[in-house]
C-alpha cells in the first residue's frame, strides 16, 4: 500500500485512503483514567494533568446521543450501545460507536467523536482501551462517504507510555479480534512510521468491531432512501442502479467476506489435538467472545465414554453430557448453576431437543419468560432464569456423518444485538466444522480405549506376594508407535514354594505383535506349570513360534526364584540383562547371561546359569523401551537403570516410580514398556519341615503325627485335623500305588501352609470320580475339597503332590 501522509488522502486502487490522529486513553477498573495521549488532549480539549485519575466519564461522549439537528448520515448510531456501558465494565467484548461531545474543555464546542473500546484483561490494573477519531476530519476533510464506519481501522503505536503498553501492541490481533495478524503488523509498522496513533481507512478494509455483522447492509440501505428523499425534496430525480447499488454489493461481500474469515480462523484454531476434553475447550473459546459471550457445550454420554458411535436417534431419555462452559460473566457465575460435568435429558418442548432431534440450528431471538421458565424447570432447585432469560439464544447441532454428537448453546446478552439469520447461517457452519474435529477426537478416544481395554486384558494381574517374595510391576504403552505393543511381564506359582519370573517383548507394535505376545505369554505359562527347566523352556517356545510363522521375533528372560535354596535360576533369548540389587551393601550389578538368540530365530541352543542370592536382595527385569533411546548407545541407559535400582525406597512401588523417573525423560520414550521388580525374601530354616519316609504303610500315622507335632510348634493348632487328613490321603497314594523306592514329606510356612508329598515314580496321580461303592479313587477328591489349592508336577527325580491350607486369620 502507498502511504500518505496524516493530512492527507492517498488513492489505492481507485479506493480512498488517509489518516488522522487518534487520541488514546486507559481506564482502570475504579473507571478513572490512567492514561491521556496527546491526541486525546487535541480531540477532547483536556491537558493530560487535569485527566489522569479523573473519572472517564466526566471526560469522554459516554451517551452516543445524536441531536436533532446535527448533519450526520445515521450509520453510525446503530454501531452499538453507548461508550458508558464499556467503562460501567458491562460488556466483556469490544464495541464502537459515534457521539457529540460537548463540554469546557472544548471552549463550549462540540465534537464529532467516532469511539472504539477493548476491554482488557491481565495482571496490571488497566481495564478499557478507548480509541477516539474526530468524525468531521474524517468525512469532511479527508472525503469519506458516508455509511464507511465499516471499513475504518484504528492502528494502536508502540510509543504510548502506560504500563503495559509495549505488551498491548504486541497483542494487537487480540485488541481488534476481527483483524488478521498480517494486516495487523502492516498498521503497527506504519504507527511506529508516523510517530503517533493513527485512524487508517480506506474502501476495502474492514472493521475491527461491530457488534451485528448485519448492520452494515441495513444502514446502508437507510443512507440510500435519505438520499432519495433529499433529492425528490429539490426535484431532482433518484439515483436508479449504480454507484449505491454498487456500494451495497461491496458491503455486502465485506460482511460475506468477514464471515468467511471468522470461520477459517476457528478453523485455525480448534484440531490441534486429538484429546477429546481439549478439543471441547478449544471449539467454546474459539466462539466467545467474537460471536456470542456464553457457549455451553453438550455431549452424548456415549461419546464422552468413549463407547463408540452412537447408536439411533436421540429421544426424550437421551442423556447429554455437559462438557465445558464458555463465559464472559464473572467469575464463577455460571458454575453453580451449570458445573460442568453434569448429565442431563431434555424435554421434547424445549429448543435444545428441536436441534438434537432435526439436526438443524434453532434460533431465539429472544429467551422469553415463558420459555426461561420451561427451561428452568430441568435444573430442579436451581434458578437458571436470571442467566438467560432476554437473552439471544442460537443452539448449533454437532454431527457427524448424519449423526448427532451433541450441541453447542449459544447466548448473547441482552445489550448485544440478537442472533440474526445470518449468524445462524455462520453458526452452522462454524458447528459443522466443530462437529468433525469432535468426532476425530471421538473417535481417537475410542480406539484408544480399545487399544487399553486389549493391552490390560492382556497383562496378567500379578498378586504383590508370593512364597518368598514380594513383586512389583509397571506397563507404560507405547507414546508414539501406538498404544497397543508386543512387551509383557508374569510370574507364575511352582511347586516347592518357587516362583517362575519371565519378561518379554514381542518386536514390533500394533494388534498383530499384541495377538503374537498373547500366544507367547500363554505357551511360557504352560509350559512352566510343567516345570521345565529355563533352558527347555526357551527351547520349546522358540519351536512354537518357528510353527506360528516366521515373521515375528521375540525376546524373553526367564527366571525360577527358589526361596527355600536361596537361588536364581535364568536363561536369557536375546532379551537386557535383569539387573540384581544386593541388600547386604546396596551394590546393584548386571547379570551377565549368556545371550542366546531371540525366540523365532530358530535352531539356536539356550543356555542357564544359577546365582546364589541372599534375603532381601531385589531382581529388576525390563524390556528395551525403558533404556533404549534413538541415536544413544544402550549401554547409557542400562548404567542408568543400574545406578537408579540401588536407590534406597520406601516400598517396591515407590522403587519402580524411581526408575522411570530416570530413564523415562530421556530423549522421548517412543516404545512400550514392561517392568517387574521382586524383592527376594526366602523362607528361612525355620520355616521349614522335612522328613524322610519308608514305603511302608504304618509310615502313614507317622506322617501324621509328624505333621501335627510341627504345627503345634507353629502355633498352628488349627489346622492340624485337617492338616493330617490330607497328608495322610497323599502318603497313603505313594504307598499303596507308587512303584517308588522314596518318600519325602516337607512342610513349608509362607504365607499359606504348604505341603509337599514327593516321590521318585514320574506316573501323576488323576482325580477320579469315585461312586458310592468304590472302595478306591476318593483321596484326592477330599484333598480337592479340603485344600486351598492343589496340584501335581512331574520332575526329573520323580513327581511332587502337594496342597496348600490358608493360614487362620490374626
Known sequence: MERGTPDGPVARGGAVAGRIPLAVVVVDGAGLVSHWSVGARRLFGHPKEGAVGRPAGDLLPVHGAIHEDDDLDGAYDALGPGLETSLGGRLPYPAAGRAR???????????????????????????LLVLAADAEALTVSEGVEAGRDERIVPGFALYTDFPGADELAGRLSEILPSMSVGETSRIVAQVLELGYPVLEFSRHDRVPVTPDWGVARRDERKARRERAERAAAHGLPAAGHGADDDEGEDLEYAAVRERLEFLNE???????????????????????????????????????????????PPDETTLWHRVAVEHTDEPGRWDD??????????????????????????????????????????????????????????????????????????????????????????????????????????????????????????????????????????????????RVGGDWFDSVKLPGSRTALV??????????????????????????????????????????????????????????????????????????????????????ELLHLPTGAPIGVGGVPFESVRVRVAPGDRLLMCTDGLVEVRGEDIGVGLATLTESAAHPAASMDAACDTIIRALNPRGGRKDDVALLMARLNGIGAKDVAHWRLALDPSEVSRARELTRGQLRAWSLDALGDTAELLVSELVTNVVRHS???????????????????????????????????DEYGRGLGVVSTLAKEWGTSRRDSGKTVWFELALPSG
Not at 270 to 279: A, C, K, M
Not at 297 to 305: D, F, H, M
Not at 547 to 561: F, K, M
Open 101 to 127: 461531545l460537548t463540554g469546557p474543555g472544548r471552549g463550549g464546542g462540540r465534537a464529532d467523536v467516532i469511539w472504539w473500546a477493548y476491554p482488557l484483561v491481565g495482571p496490571g490494573p488497566e481495564r
Open 266 to 312: 476457528v478453523s485455525g484454531r480448534i484440531g490441534s489435538s486429538l484429546d477429546l476434553s481439549h478439543t471441547v475447550l478449544e471449539v467454546s473459546r474459539a466462539v466467545v467472545p467474537r460471536f456470542t459471550d456464553v457457549a455451553g457445550t453438550y455431549l452424548r454420554e456415549q461419546v464422552v465414554a468413549g463407547e463408540g458411535f452412537p447408536e439411533g
Open 337 to 482: 448453576v451449570v458445573p460442568v460435568g453434569e448429565s442431563m435429558p431434555f424435554p421434547a418442548h424445549t429448543p435444545f431437543f428441536q436441534c438434537m432431534t432435526s439436526g438443524d440450528p434453532v434460533l431465539v431471538p429472544r429467551i422469553t419468560e415463558e420459555m426461561g421458565n420451561a427451561i428452568a424447570s430441568q435444573f430442579e432447585k436451581r434458578d437458571i432464569r436470571p442467566l438467560i432469560n432476554h437473552r439471544s439464544m442460537l443452539v448449533l447441532p454437532l454431527k457427524a456423518r448424519n449423526v448427532v454428537l451433541g450441541f453447542m448453546i449459544l447466548l448473547r446478552h441482552r445489550e448485544r444485538p440478537v442472533f440474526n439469520d445470518m449468524d445462524r447461517v455462520t453458526g452452522a457452519e462454524l458447528a459443522a466444522r466443530a462437529g468433525l474435529v469432535l468426532d476425530n477426537a471421538r473417535m481417537y478416544t475410542y480406539q484408544e480405549s480399545v487399544a487399553d481395554t486389549l493391552q490390560d486384558s492382556m497383562l496378567p494381574h500379578i498378586r504383590p506376594r508370593m512364597p518368598g517374595c514380594d513383586i512389583a510391576t509397571r506397563y507404560l504403552p507405547g507414546t508414539l508407535l501406538g
Open 503 to 588: 519378561v518379554g517383548d514381542v518386536m514390533g507394535h500394533g494388534l498383530n505383535s499384541a495377538a503374537m505376545m498373547g500366544q507367547l505369554r500363554t505357551a511360557v505359562q504352560t509350559m512352566a506349570a510343567l516345570d521345565l527347566p529355563p533352558e527347555q523352556l526357551l527351547r520349546n517356545l522358540d519351536d512354537l513360534a518357528q510353527r506360528l510363522g516366521d515373521h515375528y521375533l521375540a525376546t524373553c528372560l526367564y527366571a525360577v526364584y527358589d526361596p527355600i535354596a536361596g537361588e536364581l535360576h535364568l536363561a536369557n533369548a536375546g532379551h537386557i540383562p535383569p539387573v540384581l540389587v544386593r541388600a547386604e551393601d546396596g551394590r546393584s
Open 739 to 773: 512303584r517308588s523306592s522314596r518318600l519325602d514329606l516337607r512342610l513349608v510356612r509362607s504365607g499359606t501352609l504348604l505341603c509337599e508329598v514327593e516321590d521318585d515314580d514320574h506316573a501323576l496321580p488323576t482325580l477320579l470320580g469315585a461312586g458310592p461303592g
